[in-house]
Every structure is written in structure tokens, then in C-alpha cells.
């Protein structure tokens, strides 16, 4: 217990910046916490922190043993927090990325409802198809979709995506319906162009995923566009069900090609690879699962 007080002691005055802060936080006179700090540094055998009557810094080892000092205290405050009588209670800024279209539908309205549950929570959510760099534009975690590449970050699975080729009714009625991934030569095929969109619509084939290029008149780099020409008879558009379901119950679009459907990908939360995630991002990706795990959700 002593050593573990010598720690959270060290913290806070290395984050208060002298020791009458860190003592009068706790209630003690300042001469308890430096002989907590002499104690340290001696069982430790080395200085931690260079002292002054006018000022406090940490040495080199000081600061290398605070980062893994504030890992533990988190981890201990996150641990209280999951078993305590009053239930989680979780507090900071969470920096989050998502796809725009996805983003407005689907994590928005749902940043909403997370910082209603913890109001301690601050959000802070950027609305883009570019790849954020998490590390570099300070980010604590991103929603992707599709394969996620080789890289540093970790990967949680939150849910299923299934794409579909969709028309409008009229269109169908207009154009016929193909009855083969092959027939869609025949079809005028509106395209989303971005440097992440896949080089061909993808189907499954005599058990094989198999990508068929297709053509039309009309392209563009926004989802929520090509959206609005299929329901206008447009043409065929490969969406993803989480952006038409409703449109499909609803009659408005028809799914065509189901039989070659291609396996699904997922959605995923990602973030950079920590030793530890702080309470707040944990229950963040704890309810985005919860949510999109609820097939009526996306019928909603």
C-alpha cells in the first residue's frame, strides 16, 4: 500500500506541477508528500523529479515512469469503475472518425445517445471517406468498412455489411430485370468513384467472389447521391444495406442478383494498438456493438 501511495503520489505532482498542489488535493501538508517522493526515489535508486524552492521538472527516467505510473492509475480506476455499486461512470474527450454517409446514418445519431448516458463524455466526431491517420491527427478511434489492411491498429468487429445491386421498380419495369451478374452489360450502372471504392461490383460466381465491371452514364464520389438517382429510375446502383433497407421495405428500391450476392465484410471500430483503452472508449465500442448487434436496428 505504501508503494502504490508513493506512485499516485509521484502522479499528481508531476501533473500538478509542485507539491503544495498535489497536497493541499489531498489534504496533507507538503512535507508529507516530499518525504512520499524521498522514499520513492530511494527504493527506486534513481531521481525523478528535480527540485526547487521556485520550481518542479521531471528528469529523463521521471518521465519515462510517469507514463507507465498514469497506465497503472488508469487501469486501477477502470477496474474500480466496472465493479462499483454505482455502475460505470466513465469522463474525457473521445476524438472518433466514420465514413460521411455511414457517419450521418449510423454513428452520429448514436454519439448523441452515448454522451446522454455518460454526460461526462465530450465527443468530438469528423465525417469523412478519406483514411484518417489515427496517430497523427490524434484520434482515439475510427469506423471502418470493408477489409481492413495490414496495419498497427486494432480491428473489433462491430457488425455485418451486406452490399446489393438495387433499382427502383420503374427502372425494372422500364429496363427488365438481369438475371445474371453478366446481364448488367445490358444496364445503365451508376458508379461510386472514390479512391477506396472496389474496382468492380463484387458477386459470387460458381462459389467464387468474383468482381464485374460495369458501366452508365452517371458517376459520382457521394453515396448519398447515387442514392437519390436510383429512387429517381436512374438506374442499377451495388449499395449497401445498411444505406437502402429501408428503401427496400418500403418498395421504394428492389434488390436484384440476390442469388449471387457476395459474401458480406464488416463494419469495424478501429484504434491504435495501446496497452490499455481508457474507460470511456472501451463503453463507446461496448455500444456501438450493442446497438448495430440488434437486427431491428436496421430496419428502424
Request: glycine share 6%.
Amino acid at each position: 500500500m505504501d508503494h502504490f501511495k508513493q506512485i499516485a503520489t509521484f502522479a499528481s505532482v508531476a501533473s500538478k506541477g509542485s507539491l503544495s498542489s498535489a497536497a493541499r488535493d489531498e489534504g496533507v501538508a507538503p512535507a508529507v508528500i516530499s518525504r512520499r517522493l524521498d522514499a520513492l526515489e530511494a527504493r527506486l535508486g534513481v531521481k525523478l523529479l528535480q527540485r526547487s524552492t521556485r520550481s518542479l521538472s521531471l528528469t529523463h527516467e521521471g518521465a519515462a515512469f510517469l507514463e507507465d505510473c498514469q497506465r497503472i492509475l488508469n487501469d486501477l480506476s477502470n477496474a474500480e469503475a466496472s465493479v462499483s455499486l454505482g455502475g460505470i461512470k466513465a469522463s474525457g474527450h473521445l476524438r472518433i472518425s466514420a465514413p460521411g454517409g455511414f457517419g450521418r446514418q449510423h454513428v452520429a445519431p448514436l454519439v448523441h445517445e452515448f454522451v446522454r448516458e455518460h454526460p461526462e463524455v465530450t465527443v468530438s466526431l469528423d465525417l469523412s471517406d478519406r483514411v484518417v491517420d489515427l496517430l497523427n491527427e490524434n484520434m482515439d478511434c475510427a469506423v471502418r468498412i470493408g477489409v481492413l489492411p495490414d496495419s498497427s491498429l486494432i480491428g473489433v468487429k462491430l457488425a455485418e455489411n451486406q452490399r446489393l445491386v438495387v433499382a427502383s421498380p420503374n427502372y425494372l419495369r422500364q429496363h427488365g430485370v438481369p438475371k445474371h451478374p453478366q446481364d448488367l452489360n445490358a444496364h445503365n450502372c451508376l458508379n461510386l468513384v472514390s479512391s477506396g471504392a472496389p474496382s468492380g461490383w463484387l458477386f459470387t460466381i460458381d462459389g467464387a467472389a468474383t468482381p464485374i465491371r460495369v458501366s452508365g452514364n452517371l458517376a459520382c464520389n457521394d453515396g448519398s447521391s447515387i442514392l437519390d438517382w436510383i429512387l429517381n429510375d436512374a438506374g442499377l446502383a451495388w449499395r449497401s444495406r445498411w444505406e437502402v433497407q429501408q428503401h427496400l421495405k418500403s418498395g421504394r428500391l428492389v434488390s436484384v442478383l440476390d442469388d449471387f450476392v457476395a459474401p458480406p465484410n464488416a463494419i469495424f471500430a478501429v484504434f491504435p494498438d495501446r496497452k490499455y483503452l481508457p474507460l470511456r472508449l472501451r463503453l463507446w465500442i461496448d455500444f456501438l456493438k450493442t446497438r448495430y448487434s440488434v437486427e431491428s436496428y436496421w430496419d428502424a
